[in-house]
T-cell receptor
């Protein structure tokens, strides 16, 4: 079946603008994760959803970052008033369920560049 | 925050040779996972080893886990040029919550 789909694949925007990144998880997967990958910081956890609720938001770097998930499926990550340090690849992953040693399945990411 | 370190940061070998990558972590874990990433792509899950397991095999992959030393190793036998990628270890501390990733090993296999 289809894997995790992320859009857009690339986004270039000016500093100060808001951006929305979208993630379509694998159908039937209840857990959804957002990570950020940058040269300086490596792979960092941002937020995790179980269904529509977010039990762990501990990785969101500032209050400019928010995420939601509706219908237990699609998730959007929103960055308000973007800064140059937000430039990174944003990766989404999903797993069948939290626990039970489930692997995470990753999308190809959104490469975000802030000018 | 990063869980630990991977060693080496980069590894270059010839096709047919074995590649060994090491990972250290800092806290108690539920399981440890290895992922592969090709340039410009997402991560692909390779293998998961539970905290009560010491060794696991999958095809040409062999993973070991030493919880007393908080370390793991990934061995790829009989490497192929197509194995060229970055390899990351990741620890699961809370039974399916977030993964904490190492910095990765960049493997180059020359034909």
């Amino acid at each position: 079946g289809a894997g995790v789909s992320q859009s857009p694949s690339n986004k270039v925007t000016e500093k100060g603008k808001d951006v929305e990144l979208r993630c379509d998880p694998i159908s039937g997967h209840t857990a959804l994760y957002w990570y950020r990958q940058s040269l300086g910081q490596g792979l960092e956890f941002l937020i995790y959803f179980q269904g529509n609720s977010a039990p762990d938001k501990s990785g969101l770097p500032s209050d400019r970052f928010s995420a939601e998930r509706t219908g237990g499926s699609v998730s959007t990550l929103t960055i308000q008033r973007t800064q140059q340090e937000d430039s990174a690849v944003y990766l989404c992953a999903s797993s069948y369920d939290r626990g039970l040693d489930q692997p995470q399945h990753f999308g190809d990411g959104t490469r975000l560049s802030i000018l | 925050s990063q869980q630990g370190e991977e060693d080496p940061q980069a590894l270059s070998i010839q096709e047919g040779e074995n590649a060994t990558m090491n990972c250290s972590y800092k806290t108690s874990i539920n399981n440890l996972q290895w992922y592969r990433q090709n340039s410009g792509r997402g991560l692909v899950h390779l293998i998961l080893i539970r905290s009560n397991e010491r060794e696991k095999h999958s095809g040409r992959l062999r993973v070991t886990l030493d919880t007393s030393k908080k370390s793991s190793s990934l061995l790829i036998t009989a490497s192929r040029a197509a194995d060229t990628a970055s390899y990351f270890c990741a620890t699961d501390e809370n039974q399916g919550g977030k993964l904490i990733f190492g910095q990765g090993t960049e493997l180059s296999v020359k034909p």
